[in-house]
């Protein structure tokens, strides 16, 4: 079974960083893509960044230049390092995964995560 495993998620004051991570396991194949996404109280959840089985990292437009994303496949391991955090970053984040990259990554996810509170005060 694929299982996803999020952590690092935290209090933090605006301006400061937070990284995520999440481990990856049960994929017989390095071609999966993991995806990080949000959602706010009350509002829809959103996808904030992919990376695809060969590290190409997708962003949605608002996380560009504060986001990154980066892999390590040996360890099955996808970081989120968020910077300049604003007060509406806070959210869970959640940490999914897809048998294959795709376009329509921000849509959803074949696999999901639990996720992971990040809360930015002001």
């Known amino acids: 079974d694929v299982q996803l495993q999020a952590s690092g998620g935290g209090l933090v004051q605006a301006g400061e960083s937070l990284r995520l991570s999440c481990t990856a396991s049960g994929f017989g194949h390095d071609d999966y893509s993991i995806g990080w996404y949000r959602q706010a109280p009350g509002k829809e959840r959103e996808g904030v960044s992919c990376i695809t089985g060969d590290g190409t990292a997708h962003y949605a437009d608002s996380m560009k230049g504060r986001f990154t994303i980066s892999r390590d496949v040996a360890k099955n391991t996808v970081n989120l390092q968020m910077n300049s955090l604003k007060p509406e970053d806070t959210a869970v984040y959640y940490c999914?995964?897809?048998?294959?990259?795709?376009?329509?990554?921000?849509?959803?996810?074949?696999?999901w995560g639990q996720g992971t509170q990040v809360t930015v005060s002001s």
């Open positions: 999914a995964a897809s048998k294959a990259y795709s376009s329509s990554w921000k849509r959803g996810a074949d696999y």
